[in-house]
């Protein structure tokens, strides 16, 4: 397991950790409290040789692929500030596998391929685009588009149950050290992207 690696959360209070973790609570809240919908993900990969460093940098490339193939899906044209405030939103993280409830067992891939690294995340979305259906069924439908490459499989699943609770699970490897500050990675349109500008005016206020 990759548990010794160097991150900038070591140098990151617990206090610190806890109000970045809440705010992105709130953030999600502000997209949901408007009718967007959420989502947690987990995505799992095909072996990926190198260093970890190597392999969190494969992973978020495969993750921008997946995002980048989202978006051309939900409007017609991803670079016109007229469909731009229909795109999704998202954040992942590196993670781990965690301890099972009684009963429940990883499998043995998930625990050995890539030492059981994998990212975990939540996606925003509406259905005031092309994608009208929910996203878990989207990508049922579409599995052949995202698992590719990499990508060993995709689980999602949209939030029904308390959201802080969701966001504090996407978060468990940042308060557990095991990745960084560094390694959270946010997903949004740029150039005049309303989503995107907030996510990343946040961002700016919010790690400062």
Partial sequence: MFRNSFNDCHYVSSDELRKIIDSWTCFIKQFTNDGWDAYLVSVLFHRIAGPIETKKTQMNQEIERVYNRLGTRMVKDT???KWTHYLPIGVFLPDFPVPK??????????????????????????????????????????????????????????????????????????KRRT??????????WGGSAPAAEATRRWMMRAFS
């Fill in 79 to 81: 670079w016109s500030p």
């Fill in 101 to 174: 409830r009684k009963g429940e067992k990883s499998s043995i891939e998930d625990v050995s391929i890539n030492d059981g690294l994998h990212k975990g995340g939540i996606i925003l979305a509406n259905k005031w685009g092309r994608v009208r259906e929910g996203l878990e069924r989207h990508f049922g439908h579409e599995k052949e588009v995202y698992q590719t490459g990499k990508i060993r499989n995709i689980n999602i699943a949209p939030i029904t149950h308390d959201l802080g609770d969701a966001v504090d699970y996407t978060f468990k490897s940042l």
């Fill in 179 to 188: 990745c960084g500050l560094n390694d959270v990675q946010v997903l949004s």
